[in-house]
């Protein structure tokens, strides 16, 4: 088999669309399906083999893989609070993908089971750099111990954000990738195992595409790059 790999969000739909009608490769892996995405309706009404990589909306009828999202924000913030640190801050681009509304659901059901309510001042969904000032003035207030953010790229802004508050703060990204030292912030990151995720994805549209089998999918458990510990490291309840 050969890959062709694309990096193109703002019109991908047109190209999916391009390659299932003209038929110029036998499969295609979706990464970072949207909540409600139209290349997966073009894929099908096509009968183009896929895989998609992220639980899509139509789990049932897609061969898919995608982490355990649930249960590692579960997990994370269920040790957090056992260890007394009640003021998480949740921080997303937006809960329009289903990694970012797992995570987020894990989130809000750790505090749920203890009788608490997640702060929703500490909630922020949407553009960090539109509720930047929001975030610092928690920080500022001493009203946050730890933040998670959805991503490592928003956890890395964030951690850049937190020494000029004079307090040490910890903060937790989901997808793993190298980041330099930064003082007075624990920075921490998931490591979402992409090759894992690329491997199962992978196999699944070639099985898809000999064997005719039926749709199938996997969740891979996750764990932190640097653990909060031990009991943290592995992503299930």
Known sequence: YSLQVFFKEDDRTGLIESIAERRFARGVI???????????????????PF??????AQSDSIFWVDN???????????????RGKKNIAFVTKGLDRHYARDRYDGY???YAIRGITAPENLIIDGDLGDQTDRLVGELKAG???VIIADDDETALTIANLVPSQGKRVRVIGFNY???????????????????????????????SMTEHAAPVNRLIPLELADSLSAETAAAGT
């Open 30 to 48: 979706l990464s970072a399906v949207p909540v409600d995405d139209s290349d997966i309706r073009v894929l099908q009404a096509h009968e183009f």
């Open 51 to 56: 895989s998609v990589i992220g639980r899509p």
């Open 68 to 82: 355990d999202n649930y249960n590692a924000s579960y997990t994370i913030v269920t040790d957090l609070l056992n």
């Open 108 to 110: 809000r059901q750790a």
């Open 143 to 145: 009203n946050i111990d």
């Open 177 to 207: 990738m190298p980041v330099p030292h930064i003082e007075n912030v624990d920075l921490w990151l998931v490591d979402i195992k992409p090759e894992e995720l690329g491997y199962w994805a992978a196999k699944m549209l070639i099985q």
